[in-house]
């Protein structure tokens, strides 16, 4: 029961770039969905959220839309720097009233190219 | 440092044998979650404490997995009779229980447990 999907194991962009990573969720009682990075070695690292009740939220290069009636969100970074080179997870959880167990994607690994 | 520590970051143990890892959360945070990440995987919930009440378990937990929080402050995460299926990096994470960021987790860097 994957509830959380990344269809793109990977992607690859150029220095500068936009890099748009997508994530499908099945589960309609999410009302919360994260974007995680991780480094190798390391955990994985909050970039940013959006609220069920949004279709939008911004934070300096990173934004996330969401798309409810496609149950589908995306994480843009512009302008794509080697620096994000990374894994990144989205996340769906139940509201902070309920326990906020995270329920992750498989992950989509972006390069970014100099 | 304040953020979240966990002990060991390796382990390699023989099969058959326990194992204890520690997780210490950041301080104010009541909240503390244990999850189970194999590669190419997502991190998988495995059990979450609000303060020292262990409050919900996964399916995964099977018996042989144990985990307290005594004093509503650190974590021990315990496998018994571990089996190479358990290899895996287990991690920690901590967060407020309410307001706007308490669906923010912050998460420790991994205990890699290797069962040979």
């Known amino acids: 029961d994957q509830q959380v999907k990344q269809n793109s194991p990977s992607l690859s962009v150029q220095e500068g770039r936009i890099s748009i990573l997508n994530c499908d969720y099945t589960?309609?009682?999410?009302?919360?969905f994260l974007w995680y990075k991780k480094y190798p070695a390391e955990g994985p690292t909050f970039l940013i959220s959006?609220?069920?009740?949004?279709d939008k939220n911004e934070d300096g290069r990173f934004t996330v839309f969401l798309n409810k009636s496609a149950k589908h969100l995306s994480l843009h970074i512009v302008p794509s720097q080697p620096g994000d080179s990374a894994v990144y997870f989205c996340?769906?959880?139940?509201?902070?009233?309920?326990?906020?167990?995270?329920?992750f994607g498989q992950g989509t690994t972006l390069q970014v190219k100099p | 440092d304040t953020g979240v520590s966990q002990d060991p970051r390796h382990k390699i143990t023989k099969r058959g044998q326990n194992v204890t890892f520690r997780c210490d959360p950041i301080?104010?945070?009541?909240?503390l979650y244990w999850y189970r990440q194999t590669l190419g995987q997502g991190p998988e919930f495995l059990t979450y404490?609000?303060?020292?009440?262990?409050?919900?378990k996964s399916r995964l937990l099977s018996d042989r997995f144990s985990a307290e929080r005594p004093k509503g402050s650190f974590s021990t995460l315990e496998i018994q009779r571990t089996e190479q299926g358990d290899s895996a990096m287990y991690l920690c994470?901590?967060?407020?229980?309410?307001?706007?960021?308490?669906?923010?987790?912050?998460f420790g860097p991994g205990t890699r447990l290797t069962v040979l």
């Open positions: 589960n309609s009682m999410f009302d919360y």
């Open positions: 301080s104010e945070h009541n909240r």
């Open positions: 996340a769906g959880a139940r509201g902070s009233g309920n326990t906020g167990k995270l329920i």
């Open positions: 959006i609220s069920s009740i949004k």
């Open positions: 404490f609000q303060n020292e009440a262990q409050l919900e």
């Open positions: 994470a901590s967060s407020l229980a309410y307001g706007r960021r308490g669906n923010e987790q912050f």
